[in-house]
């Protein structure tokens, strides 16, 4: 079992920057390979970014691509989400979630992961 908080979100204007941190605890963080998705009121949950095991590897939705970096701190079972140039339509609610499997299109899949955080709400005002 893995527990998920996220933390970081707020109210920014358009073109600022908020870091959106996940700390997990329970099993081995570094078991697992993590993601982060977001959803928007009546929209669907959408795939932002993923990491795998070690840090090595990420995968980007083409949306926040060279705006977004994920990171993660195995020795503090944290993930990161460091958002820039933040635009109106970043404004969701943003999930973390713990998998198991890495490669491009099961991470983006929700049902691939195991445990989900709360969640954290993003507001960009224009």
């Known amino acids: 079992q893995v527990q998920l908080v996220e933390s970081g979100g707020g109210l920014v204007q358009a073109g600022g920057s908020l870091r959106l941190s996940c700390a997990a605890s329970?099993?081995?963080?570094?078991?697992?390979?993590m993601g982060w998705f977001r959803q928007a009121p009546g929209k669907d949950r959408e795939f932002v970014a993923a990491i795998d095991w070690s840090g090595g590897m990420t995968y980007y939705a083409d949306s926040v691509k060279g705006r977004f970096t994920i990171s993660r701190d195995n020795a503090k079972s944290t993930v990161f989400l460091q958002m820039n140039s933040l635009k109106p339509e970043d404004t969701a609610v943003y999930y973390c979630a713990a998998g198991s499997k890495f490669g491009y299109s099961v991470v983006r899949r929700a049902d691939e992961y195991s445990y989900w955080g709360q969640g954290t709400q993003v507001t960009v005002s224009s």
């Open positions: 329970g099993r081995a963080f570094s078991r697992y390979i």
